[in-house]
Nanobody
Framework: QVQLVESGGGLVQAGGSLRLSCAASGSIFSRNVMGWYRQAPGKQRELVALITDGGIKNYADSVEGRFTIARDNAKNTVYLQMNSLKPEDTAVYYC???????????WGQGTQVTVSS
């Protein structure tokens, strides 16, 4: 019943910026956590950032100070502003939502972020 549609990925040089967006639709309950994960080739998927419906944020140490997660609850949309990008940020970035105390997590299709040296 839930669909996540991501956009904003692309190719940038090191030091550049991108903003990812993810719009959730379907049976979205107000109490939820949305987040961004990423998966590089040959690596496991890892958490990048989370944000609760109340705006509490959590970042991976590797992106702290460079990335900012935000959300618009009225639009059921989560954003990831990525600044000072590094080649090691290259990965497929996935949007995620989990309704608290209700069922499974849902994932977007992923959007490719490539950072060149």
């Amino acid at each position: 019943q839930v669909q996540l549609v991501e956009s904003g990925g692309g190719l940038v040089q090191a030091g550049g910026s991108l903003r990812l967006s993810c719009a959730a639709s379907g049976s979205i309950f107000s109490r939820n956590v949305m987040g961004w994960y990423r998966q590089a080739p040959g690596k496991q998927r890892e958490l990048v950032a989370l944000i609760t419906d109340g705006g509490i944020k959590n970042y991976a140490d590797s992106v702290e100070g460079r990335f900012t997660i935000a959300r618009d609850n009225a639009k059921n949309t989560v954003y990831l502003q990525m600044n000072s990008l590094k080649p090691e940020d290259t990965a497929v970035y996935y949007c995620n939502i989990h309704m608290i105390n209700r069922g499974p997590q849902y994932w977007g299709q992923g959007t490719q972020v490539t950072v060149s040296s």
